[in-house]
């Protein structure tokens, strides 16, 4: 490891400093915090090649998906800077006072939570790390951020943290504004989680991981929230009808999905479900010689390799599960093998293993004896970050009661398309129901994950020129809000 | 006690039909919902005298009292009523597809947790209980409710009950959607937290008993939320130039916030801070006044009285602390005696009893030394419900780093006015920093209530007919969306 552990110490001043930032940076105005967020973009393209190297170095992922990638954090940045300045996040709220009823003037308005320390993901080196959505949304916020760079990539880690800590000095934010702490040990995330400064921890990661700072963080004297977002084996549901129509296609698309980054991204499709016939023979056939023919590919690092090699191993060794395809290429060292894999639904329903994620190009095919067990499958589900329905629409006019709880188990329902790819839009949800996430009302992706680092704020009662800007009659912020129970972009009347 | 404890095996029974109930409860328009909360109103209110003596009889409040909050609790059920029609909390969201980029049509909307737990308040009879706020704004969310009765009303409880479950048949709403059990055993509360169709859980009372459901509901193999508001010692603090123009006035003003209602408020204002001089010294002689010629009041019920006693004499025995004032008046038998108390910041600074509440008409003065101790007593107090700042306005501009402080520990912020009287509107702010409630992101009242029941889905790639109708093209049920990042009420073009 290039970088030593924090120490508790130097955790306790960082927190320190975070908190004295908070107090100057929650008043700066949402334009000072979007210049802030693009600059760091600015900032972060002009390390240039060095960057593009040092990801490569550390996680064996090819030069074209961290360019993409970069450009997709950089693209984040700059969201999340044009949703902070158009301010819905604020949920302004005026209630003009009613004398006559005795009701005092009220305006409600979203405020920053304070210091939010962020846990990188080992998968995104960029758009789920240092600068990544979590820390980009916190500042739009108004939320000083600290960032425990990865481990599995603490030089590029270090390198975006002097992009981002040098765009604070260049739009002349106060200094604790950032912070990054290196840290590969248990107690480091524990003495960031625990400080007292710390209100709200964003992470990326396993569950053994994100539960932990759960826990520590509901064990606090004061309790603060954690968005954990701990992964997930996306079901596919496979309707007849939708299988009669184009099972070689489904097949197609489900093994591009699969294998996609090999396998490496928390929306891989890591069970597909359908009801046993003629129709489910071909596809898993199609799937399988689609499977065959993908090269395996480096993993991120030689942690990840071992888990997949393991953990793929483990499932084909259970008795009830058959090997249907594998990567006909040798794979080289640390190479995760592309594999397709099937089980009855009586198999999934008797055997816990079945239903644990295999992170990486691995797909466990569930047969089911008739829509009863699709059915079963569905309620034997954990909690999902998405769900996809490959069906026409008569086949999801026949399921309804399959498509309610799919509904209830997941944050994202696809039709007709795969997980992976997740589009950084308004309308995401890249969450989903315990335990996918550790709070399924939040996304981190879209502009929406602001609202992970605020909590509203009633002014009771103010004079005008007493309140913030969000909330003063004039608008001046020039943003919706809802005015008497009415929305309203203009000033007060 | 007139009802038995609820069983581990009827609990369970309930929550297997809350859970089936919500599978249908889901579907349901918002104008089917509004109705449903309309008619509990009438239900409500068709019951008449015998409601109003029945409260009466179990928690001694006075009758203008209890028709009043009859009143707020039916004006707070058709009040959510509209705002579930209004359907702004559904947040919808639409990004439609961009074939050049590859992105996917997305579509999100706020969907229901499921089935709800509500512990209701045992000083808010109607408003905080069994047909109060949680009940209602989980209703329009679409979850059903399961609401343990507070042992303090359980009478009352029951016919109220009564009434929602008329109004459940009267509407053809599922039979599962309400139900009510009885339970004065920590058993029956846990049992209903842990239970796995449990979703959420709304509780409006003490640190001890909400900080236990917290905790249950995080150790669940699936954490739910818990939002339970846990009370507050609502400070108030005195800045010096309003004390000069008018501590006399600032003092009756402070005398009814402690007093009204036998101080049995959870916004009562436990703490008054300000800087010992003169103008203090008069603020404190006139309060103490008017606490003298307060009369004693009968408190809800024994045990809340007895509480009141055993706190009240603990603080006033602290040797730094001063008794300034109590009723002149005799109490009778479980009467709440209004009490004026003070100790110097020092003394608050050293011992934590004084940081604690006082539930009843008890209020505590700091005197501090100067500027520096009022911010210091600031930044001992924890989270709070509300903080008033009893200020001119250059004051304000004074000391801004104490508004600030105060900003970082409270979820209302009043200037120049009392804690007391919870204005029911979008922009109210009820909920406030840990150990106020559990969770300060989430508000009580207000039509912002309905969002702590709910969480977000998206619907990728779906065809119009098959999405739900806040999300469909033609918007149908007429409300305001972000589509592609622009607020609209319109269809889509």
């Not at 908190?19 to 915090?33: I, P």
């Not at 891989?268 to 596809?283: A, M």
Request: glycine fraction near 8%.
């Amino acid at each position: 490891m290039p970088f030593k552990d924090a120490t508790e110490q130097e955790i306790d001043q960082v927190m320190q400093e975070a908190w004295k930032a908070f107090m100057q940076f929650r008043k700066t105005t949402l334009k000072q915090r979007a210049d802030l967020m693009r600059t760091i973009g600015v900032e972060m393209e002009a390390i240039g090649d060095e960057l593009i190297h040092t990801v490569m170095e550390e996680t064996h992922l090819p030069e074209a998906r961290v360019k993409n990638e970069r450009a997709r954090t950089i693209f984040q940045l700059t969201s999340y800077a044009a949703a902070c300045e158009a301010g819905h996040w604020l949920e302004a709220r005026i209630d003009t006072a009613n004398p006559e009823k005795g009701d005092p003037d009220i305006r409600k308005m979203q405020v920053p939570l304070g210091p939010v320390v962020v846990f990188g993901a080992s998968n995104f080196p960029f758009a789920y790390s240092t600068a990544g959505g979590d820390t980009a949304s916190a500042l739009a916020a108004g939320c000083p951020v600290v960032v425990k760079a990865h481990p599995a990539h603490s030089r590029t880690s270090e390198l975006v943290a002097g992009a981002i800590l040098r765009a604070v000095e260049k739009c002349g934010m106060p200094k604790g504004v950032f912070a990054h702490v290196h840290g590969a040990s248990f107690e480091t995330g524990k003495a960031l989680v625990t400080h007292p400064h710390t209100r709200a921890v964003g992470f990326t990661g396993s569950y053994g991981g994100g539960k932990a700072l759960f826990d520590w963080a509901n064990q606090r004297k004061a309790p603060i929230p954690v968005f954990a977002e701990m992964g997930s084996i996306n079901p596919i549901f496979l309707l007849p009808g939708k299988l009669k129509q184009s099972a070689k296609e489904t097949a197609a698309l489900c093994a591009g999905s699969i294998t996609l980054g090999t396998g490496q991204f928390c929306t891989n499709p890591g069970l597909i479900v359908g009801i046993d016939n003629e129709d489910l023979q071909v596809f898993i056939k199609e799937l399988g010689a689609a499977i065959a023919k993908t090269a395996p590919g480096t993993m991120l690092h030689a942690g990840i390799a071992k888990a997949y090699g393991e953990k793929r191993k483990a499932a084909l060794q259970q008795q009830e599960v058959e090997t249907v395809s594998v990567s006909e290429m040798q794979p080289q060292q640390e190479q995760g093998v592309p594999t397709i894999a099937s089980a009855t639904a009586k198999a999934f329903f008797s055997n816990p293993l079945l239903h644990q994620e295999v992170f990486g190009p691995y797909s466990l095919v569930i047969r089911c004896a008739d829509a009863a067990e699709l059915l079963a499958v569905a309620t034997h589900l954990e909690g999902q970050l998405t769900c996809t329905m490959m069906a026409t629409a008569k086949d999801i006019k026949e399921h309804t009661e399959l498509v309610d709880l799919v509904q209830d188990i997941c944050g994202r329902l696809i039709h007709n398309g795969v997980p992976t790819g997740v589009r950084v839009a308004l309308s995401m949800q890249h969450g989903g129901p315990f335990p996918a996430t550790t709070d399924s009302r939040f996304t981190s992706v879209g502009a929406d994950g602001i609202k992970r680092w605020v909590r509203p704020l009633s002014f009771q009662n103010w004079e005008d020129d007493l309140l913030p800007d969000a909330v003063k009659n004039g608008n001046p912020l020039g943003i919706w809000r809802m005015v008497n129970d009415q929305l309203s972009n203009g000033a007060l009347a």
